[in-house]
């Protein structure tokens, strides 16, 4: 395969997964963070550090907002539920296995 098509390959890849993402608005961060460890602002984080390592300028809002398709207090305001103690115990306990 050639390093054209593999980006090519990989960007579609990545577009479906924020599709998917958007599809799934009932899986909040902190259960993927349990699970896989990252979450829709860590995707922002890394979109915006490729972002910049090409010398395009991008703040991290700007970086959310290509991640949650919109801006991220809507998408929080519509969408993000409280964690529950049962998440957040989760999560502590994968804090602490790294």
């Given at each position: 395969?050639d390093?054209?098509?593999?980006?090519?390959?990989?960007?579609?890849?990545?577009?479906?997964?924020?599709?998917?993402?958007?599809?799934r608005?009932?899986?909040q961060?902190?259960?993927?963070?349990?699970m896989?460890?990252?979450?829709?602002?860590?995707?922002?984080?890394?979109?915006?550090?490729?972002?910049?390592?090409r010398?395009?300028?991008?703040?991290?809002?700007?970086?959310?907002?290509v991640i949650?398709?919109?801006?991220?207090?809507?998408?929080?305001?519509?969408?993000?539920?409280?964690?529950?103690?049962?998440?957040?115990?989760?999560?502590?306990?994968?804090?602490?296995?790294?």
């Amino acid at each position: 395969m050639d390093k054209q098509t593999q980006t090519e390959i990989e960007a579609a890849a990545f577009r479906r997964m924020l599709e998917h993402f958007d599809n799934r608005k009932d899986v909040q961060n902190i259960d993927l963070m349990i699970m896989a460890g990252f979450c829709r602002n860590c995707l922002s984080k890394w979109y915006r550090a490729a972002a910049e390592e090409r010398g395009v300028e991008m703040d991290y809002e700007q970086a959310r907002e290509v991640i949650y398709g919109e801006p991220y207090n809507s998408w929080k305001d519509k969408y993000q539920e409280k964690a529950t103690p049962q998440q957040l115990a989760q999560f502590e306990a994968t804090q602490k296995g790294k």
